[in-house]
């Protein structure tokens, strides 16, 4: 079973073009990861400034390891720089799911 890693940043409109760059590379890096499945990445409704970067890994040590990538933390780093900030991270396992039920033509 995996794990979920959301990353909350807080990101001004200003500092956008400089972090985005960078995000971008962060990507890059973190889909050649092994045991990296998907990333997801939101923008508060009313808080524009804010995001959640949501990825996906196949296991805590696939996370970990990422965690202690030294180009990711050279990476992360600059962005953190940029932000004056420190970037919030946030494990979670899947304890539980429920799916909508698909339509079906019995059911109509």
């Known amino acids: 079973m995996g794990i979920r890693v959301i990353s909350k940043r807080v990101v001004s409109e200003a500092k956008e073009k ?22 997801e990445i939101w923008r508060h409704l009313e808080k524009r400034d804010e995001y959640l970067v ?13 965690l202690a990538n ?13 932000l004056g900030r420190k970037t919030e ?14 339509k079906s033509p019995l059911y109509t």
């Open 70 to 82: 030294p180009q990711r933390i050279s990476i992360q780093g600059k962005i953190e720089s940029q």
């Open 18 to 39: 400089d972090i985005l760059p960078l995000v971008l590379d962060l990507k890059k890096l973190g889909k050649a990861q092994p045991g990296f499945i998907s990333e």
């Open 89 to 102: 991270y946030s494990p979670y396992e899947l304890v539980r799911r429920t799916e909508k039920p698909a």
């Open 54 to 66: 949501v990825r996906s890994w196949d296991s805590e040590d696939d996370w970990y390891q990422w």
